[in-house]
């Protein structure tokens, strides 16, 4: 179980982890970001914004660079995690 508090996300959205289980995504219905944290101390790595309606579904590529993702304003985002910006 992962756990980190932020007061700001509504965690009824997405939650996935990268492949090599070292980032942990979270999209959600307030702010419409996803969010990249780091799994093992839980420290907030990049706000990723780029939707406008809530973030319902991600999918973390096995590369451990980009991650996609699809929000309730129908657009597919895919963004290089690492860096912190949408391709």
Do not use: C
Not at 43 to 51: I, P, Y
């Amino acid at each position: 179980v992962w756990r980190v508090h932020d007061p700001g996300m509504d965690w009824q959205g997405a939650t996935v982890l990268s492949a090599d289980g070292a980032h942990v995504f979270t999209g959600g219905n307030y702010r419409n970001q996803v969010r990249v944290w780091e799994r093992e101390t839980g420290k907030l790595v990049h706000r990723l914004d780029g939707h406008y309606g809530s973030v319902g579904r991600l999918a973390a590529n096995p590369d451990n660079v980009r991650l996609a993702s699809i929000g309730h304003d129908e657009r597919v985002r895919v963004w290089d995690y690492k860096a912190g910006k949408l391709l």
